[in-house]
Structure formats: C-alpha cells, structure tokens
C-alpha cells in the first residue's frame, strides 16, 4: 500500500489496509505471517517530516528453538515512525548521520510505502526464543528424534572437547 502525500489535507489522513496472509513476506526462514495482517493509522505533516502513528495486528508463526514444531504469535503492535524526503535526509554521499537521524525513515517519489513499515514492525515484534512449551524437551543430538514423542534411548553424554582429555584420563584410572 503507498500513500500518495499530495493527498495529505492540513490536518492530516487516516489510513487503513488489510493484507492477505502470503502479502507480507517476512525473509526470516523461521518465521512466517499465517493470518491477515491489518494496518490503520493516521499520518501528519510537520514542517518537512511526515509522522506515521497506528496499530498493526497479524498473525504469525515461529518455530519452537527445542524441537521446530510451530508456535502461534499474535501480533499486536503500535508505531509511531518520522519519514522525512530522500533530499533532505542526506544531501550528499558523505554526509554525516547523527543519533536523532537513526528514527527516521526515508522517501521518495512523493509517496510512502506501507508494505516494507509492515514487515519491519512484525519483525520487531517477533520473540527472541520461542518455545512450544517450558518443558520442551527438544530433539535428540545425535538422532534428530523429537524428545516430547519418544525417548529415542540414545547415549547424549557430552563431553566439552576441552575437558576431553581430563575426560580420557580418569577413564583410565578406573
């Protein structure tokens, strides 16, 4: 979805949209958008930034980090993002960036595409581990069995390869 800024009145313009599930393509091979995603918001002017404010709600999954059974992730997330024109962002290759540049986004072409905010906004919402359950017991290290259906009677003593020879060493002593 773009928003075309000749558009934008005094006081601003609300906006809202609804993605199909397959829409939004994350790029992360451990997540994936299951749901419709919906976007509605209002964007302002202010001086020459335009300031995007609303709420994304969607549905995705992610494997658990255990055993890779899928785990469901609703997502609700608010933003609130500056965009500012490529011109004035950065009037030379060589221009310096300060800490206050790093919240804003950038356009061009007298439009601001909603598509890339959307999938940034999910991602930022994702877990940072996720698990199918706290007491996963995950997949077996050496047979790849998933634990939580079967004991797979594997031998998964490991032993740090630093502390292999200490290891070796009392194995012998007894």
Request: hydrophobic letters at 35%.
């Amino acid at each position: 979805m773009r928003i075309e800024l000749d558009k934008l009145q005094g006081d601003g313009l609300r906006f809202a949209h609804n993605y199909e599930a397959d829409e939004i393509v994350l790029d992360e091979e451990h997540a994936r958008i299951v749901k419709p995603t919906q976007i509605e918001g209002r964007i302002e002017r202010k001086a020459s930034e335009y300031i995007l404010r609303g709420k994304i709600t969607a549905g995705a999954q992610v494997d658990c980090d255990r055993c890779l059974k899928a785990v469901d992730v609703p997502v609700e997330q608010n933003f609130e993002v500056a965009y500012v024109p490529q011109s004035e962002y950065a009037s030379s290759e060589t221009a310096e960036l300060h800490a206050e540049d790093m919240d804003q986004s950038v356009f061009s072409e007298n439009s601001i595409d909603l598509d890339e905010l959307v999938r940034e906004q999910i991602m930022l919402s994702m877990p940072l581990r996720a698990l199918c359950n706290e007491e996963c017991k995950g997949l077996c290290p050496v047979c790849g069995a998933d634990r939580n259906v079967e004991d797979c009677g594997c031998e998964s003593k490991e032993i740090d390869p630093r502390w292999a020879a200490l290891a070796a060493l009392k194995e012998d002593q007894d």
